[in-house]
Structure formats: C-alpha cells, structure tokens
C-alpha cells in the first residue's frame, strides 16, 4: 500500500474518509429525516457487518499477516458502500426528490453504481479482502438497504413519521436561532 499505487486506487483506499464527508455534506444541506434515517442506517449495516466479522473470524488475505489481526469476513466497506448505492438507487427509483436537491438528482446512481462497483472491487485489489469477502459484504449491504427502505415505506414503528416528527421539530428550532 505504499507510494507505487496508482492515484485512482490511492483514492479509492481512502473511501471510509470520502463517503463519510459526502454523506455528512448532503445531511447537512438538505436537514433532511431521510438523509439521516439512510446515514443511520449505513451506520448499523457497518455494524452489523463488523458484528458477523467477530463471529465468523476469518482473516484477512495473508497480505495483512504483519499487522494487528483483524478479521475479513465480510467486507465493511463493501457492505456499507452497497447499502448506500442501493437505497439511493431504490429511493430514486420510488421516492419524489427532496425540495433541497436538484431535480438531476434521479441520475445520481448513473454514478454511486459504478463507484460502488470499483470501490468493492479495489478492497480486493488492495490486498484487504478476498473475492468471497466481498462478495458477502456487498450482498450484506444490498440486502440490508433493502430491509431499511422497507421499513421506511411501510412506517414500520412509525419510523417514517418520528423522523418527520424530528424533522420539523430541527426546522423549527433552525430558524428560530438563524
């Protein structure tokens, strides 16, 4: 991993970093529930993922043998990153757009699609997983948004309606102090 890698795979082992700003500036312009409900939800399927590592505890390629042990199975990244390509894509597929984006927004995973792809592909690539790894942590983070995005359809415990809740109550205070 050291200064011979070429600058688009510099750029992709650094992905926890960039999508972290990403998601956190578009929270931020558009105060929106669903922008945090999704964030939240990456968030848990990381978790989730890191839980099934634990359990698992299958290493990571020999590559990584002189570092502190850590284990593979399944890939974070992957599944974070696809948690996060599939429910924008679902959601642009399903939802109306958020007043606070651009309407081009719907073509939003002509973009997150291929990224996810290269971004899965480039843990292989960098020697930190192998292909079944991330295999199962992209099918992880598919199958998670897919869950997370029917919990928000249906208002499953009134999830959608406390985070609306939530969402004027943040406005409210907003204005009041801007």
């Known amino acids: 991993m050291g200064p ?3 600058l688009w795979l510099k750029f992709l082992n650094q992905t926890s970093k ?10 931020l312009y558009t105060r929106s529930a669903i922008v945090a409900y999704v964030g939240g939800g990456a968030l848990l399927c990381g978790a989730l993922s ?3 590592k634990k359990a698992i505890r299958q290493e990571r390629p020999s590559l990584h043998s ?11 990244h992957a ?7 599939t429910y924008i894509t679902i959601a642009c597929l399903q939802l109306p757009v958020l007043p606070t984006l651009p309407s081009s927004v719907i073509f939003a995973p002509v973009l997150i699609l291929p ?3 290269m971004i899965v592909m480039s843990r292989v690539w960098l020697g930190h997983h192998t292909w079944p790894q991330v295999a199962v942590g992209a099918s992880l983070g598919a ?27 943040v406005e409210s205070w907003l204005e009041q102090y801007s």
Do not use: H, N
């Open 143 to 169: 199958c998670c948004a897919s869950f997370w995005f029917k919990l928000w359809m249906d208002d499953t415990a009134a999830v959608k309606t406390t985070a609306w809740q939530i969402e004027t109550i």
């Open 79 to 85: 599944s974070t990153c696809t948690f996060l390509a």
């Open 4 to 6: 011979g890698l070429p």
């Open 115 to 117: 990224w996810t792809f």
């Open 50 to 52: 890191k839980l099934i």
């Open 18 to 27: 960039i999508v972290t700003v990403l998601t956190t500036v578009v929270l």
């Open 66 to 76: 002189g570092r502190k042990v850590s284990y593979g199975m399944p890939s974070s």
